[in-house]
Structure formats: C-alpha cells, structure tokens
C-alpha cells in the first residue's frame, strides 16, 4: 500500500490564531505545519526548548515554552497567544506520552498510571479551561482534543493509563461541546489510529514483536503518517467541520470498522 503524496492545500485558517500543545514532534509539527500553510498564526508550545523552538521558527509562529500539567504556565500560554495575535481561535490540545512502564494493569504501578493520566487527560482539562474565556468573548472557536482509536476499542497489549486517559477526553470533549455549543464553540476528539511518530518508532523499535501484531490489523496495511492525521486536524479547526461538535473523528485506517483485515 502506498503512502499518500503532498498535495496543495486550502487557506481556510487565515487570520486566525492557533494554539497547539506538543508541537515539537510528530503530530503536532505536522499540524503546525498545515496551519501555517493554510495562513494561520500559530504559536507553538512544547516542553522541549529545542524541537518548539525549531518547530516556531520554521512556521513564522512563536514559540511558548509550557509544562502541560502546571495550570500557572497553561494561563500563560494562551494569554501570550491572545497578547500577541489578539485572539485565540484554535487549540489543538495534543500533548501526550506512553511511557513503556504504563502496560497491563498488573503491571503498571501507580506512580506511570498518575503520571499518564496527568499529562494525557489532566492538561486537556487545564487547556480547554484556559482557553474557554477567551473564545466565550470572542463568540466562536475550535477546540480540538487529541483522544484515541483506543478508547474506543479494547486491547490486549493495554496501555492501562494511556487507554483510560484518552477515554477520559472523548467524554470530556462531549460534555464540553454540548455545553458550549450555542456559543458557537466547537469542541471536537480527534481519534488517531497508530501514527508513525517518533512516539510510536520508539515504542515498537523495543518491541518489534508488538508492532507486528498491531500492523496486521490495520486494513491499509500500514501506519498513518502525521500530514495525514494533521490534515484531520485541519478540518476540524476550520469552517468546513461547522456543524461538528462533541463528535468523535476517527481517522484510524478502517481498524475501528474491521472485523477480520484483508488477506
């Protein structure tokens, strides 16, 4: 199965301000890069100095460097969003990790489960509460939230916290875009299938045996490649998603939809 080609994008964002969260790598470069190709401010915020730097300047955005789960430095960063754009439009809260000592329940000890859970599922909460004011007086705006294809499904390689966790955003997510809807923010989960991040490289390159069992049940037959979960993003963070909110997007290669893959 071949990879997808570059093609020429829209220019749905411009003028607008967005704000993404683990934009250093993987997912959130990739997105960094389609907003600002799509004419976007983008401010981009990482806790490594060095790949959000890097990732800010090759984007013509700013870089804001945040630890996700301090609720001081969240308030700051999209208040230097605001101050320097003067408006926030979008988050793409997308911060993660999944550490290799989250596993099976009976192993994970619960020091990597508060660990996971707060970086995962607790700065979404701290994201969507900061940005919410900010969007509440402008009338509109696009929250998106990186959830999972994993909390929609059971796995028998668990990742206890990292499945619970991002189970937690899909419900969140929900609450908040009924909540707010009639003030026209959107708040919509972005449901990623395995991505071929640095992430994932890590992961599977410890474990080749894990990742061939995970390939094979993916219908495409391969991973996805961040430009492609960005171009989701994209979409939910433009005017084409209008009349989304508390959805779910799946963009997982048909694993949700399989019941056995192609031979």
Known sequence: MSEPTTTEVCRRLVGRTAVITGAGSGIGLATARRF???GAN????????????????????????????????????????????????IAFNNAGISPPDD??????????????QEVNLTSVYLCCKAVLPYMQR??????????????????????????????GVLAMTRELGVQFAREGIRVNALCPGPVN???????FAKDPERAAR???????GRF???????????????????FMTA???????????????PQ
């Open 36 to 38: 600002a190709s799509e």
């Open 42 to 89: 983008v401010v981009v915020a990482d806790i490594d100095e060095g790949s959000g730097k890097a990732a800010a300047e090759e984007v013509g955005g700013i870089f804001v460097k945040v630890d996700v789960t301090d609720p001081e430095q969240v308030e700051a960063l999209f208040k230097t969003a605001y101050d320097t754009y003067g408006s926030v439009d």
């Open 103 to 116: 596993d099976s329940i009976l192993t994970t000890g619960l020091d990597a489960w508060r660990r996971v």
């Open 138 to 167: 402008q009338g509109k705006g696009s929250i998106i939230n990186t959830a999972s294809f994993v909390a929609k499904m059971g796995a028998a390689t668990s990742q206890i916290s990292y499945t619970a966790s991002k189970g």
């Open 197 to 203: 991040t640095p992430l994932l490289q890590e992961l």
């Open 214 to 220: 995970r390939i094979v049940h993916i219908p495409v």
């Open 224 to 242: 996805a490649e961040p430009t492609e979960i960005a171009a989701a993003v994209a979409f939910l963070a433009s005017d084409d998603s209008s």
């Open 247 to 261: 959805s779910e997007f799946l963009v997982d290669g048909g694993i949700g939809g399989a019941y056995v893959t």
